[in-house]
């Protein structure tokens, strides 16, 4: 059995939320056919579909028919209170036709109102998420705030002094890597006085490092000590002392 947008919402929903927008049905439980339009209504506003409200036009008609006949119909001679028959018979007949009627539908249609519920509050949130990302950003304000006020004739400029200007940036420092020494390379990020032996030793082996790859598959750096010192690391002049390799192998044919 597929699944539909609407059973999705439903199965992740509370109880609670369940009871509480299924509170409709104990009013036509207790309406009694005479006021179970009152419950019919309740159910279309929640559902606003077609289908609900067509239901809710259908039973609160009859409702409100059975509402007016028990109060028109006329009583007997003995009794004015008592309805006379047959209109007596056939307005308890029409009362219970509208209240089993309608709760035999009700039971029907309530997996669909709690549905449509859902569905229409989850349109409106997409319309509202939708709004707000076509609107443009609010830009924050430039301006500086305004001086504050003098206080016993004393302005926070006379109190404080000129403001002094900040040191301009400094350029970021770079560690020439094929020169500097273990306990200087022990202090970059994610390296650690164990990865800066592995990174000496791999360094007088083969006489420095060309670039970055070649020193992270010289020294077996991890990926994240690779991004650790990314950008503050230089790689200046060296004497590669690597071992020349053979001619390769020779395939005998």
Known sequence: MTQD???????????????????????????FGCFSFVGWIW??????????????????????????????TPGTEADPYEMAEPWGTIVI???????VGGLIHAGILWRTVLKERLLRLD??????????????????????????????????????????????????????INAA?????????????QVAGQ??????RTGGFRDLDDLATSAQLQPHQVAGIRGSVTFGPFNPQRPPQGPGRVLDI
Do not use: C
């Open 5 to 31: 947008a609407g059973d999705i919402l439903l199965a992740q929903q509370s109880t609670r939320w369940k009871v509480a927008n299924s509170l409709w049905l104990a009013v036509l439980v207790l309406g």
């Open 43 to 72: 159910a279309a506003l929640l559902a606003q579909s077609r289908v609900v409200s067509r239901a809710a036009v259908l039973w609160s008609s009859l409702g409100i028919a059975v509402f007016i006949a028990i109060g028109a």
């Open 93 to 99: 007949v029409a009362m219970a036709v509208a209240w």
């Open 123 to 176: 349109r409106i949130a997409w319309a509202v998420a939708e709004h707000r990302s076509s609107q443009p950003p609010v830009p924050w304000s430039t301006s500086p705030p305004p001086p504050p006020a003098p206080f016993l004739g004393v302005s926070a400029a006379d109190y404080y002094g000129p403001p002094t200007s900040a040191p301009p940036p400094q350029p970021p420092a770079y560690l020439d």
């Open 181 to 193: 020494p273990a306990d200087a390379i022990a202090f970059l990020p994610r390296i650690g006085p």
């Open 199 to 204: 990174i000496v030793a791999a360094r007088t």
